[in-house]
């Protein structure tokens, strides 16, 4: 990881702890990496630079949508 994720991760944890939804938000962060590690596809593509940032967050974005749709995210 890098020491910018790291401080991102860091400064995640803490809001999160401080608002007592660390369990909650640790839990949606190992759904998306559950979500990313079944599909080539979709971690194929955030990673293409071929695809502008805001492309990228649109997938996200859409993603997190249906999932909470769905009841999959806390």
């Known amino acids: 990881m890098s020491a910018i994720a790291r ?3 860091g400064a995640l944890a803490d809001l999160s702890d401080e608002e ?3 369990d909650q938000v640790a839990a949606n962060i190992e759904t ?3 979500v990313l590690d079944s599909s080539a596809a979709l ?3 955030l990673a293409n630079p071929a695809f502008t940032r805001d492309e990228r967050k649109a997938v996200v974005g859409t993603l997190i949508a249906i ?3 769905r009841g999959l995210l806390n």
């Open 43 to 45: 971690t194929s593509m």
């Open 32 to 34: 998306f990496a559950a």
């Open 67 to 69: 999932a909470e749709e």
């Open 7 to 9: 401080r991102y991760a």
């Open 20 to 22: 007592s939804v660390l």
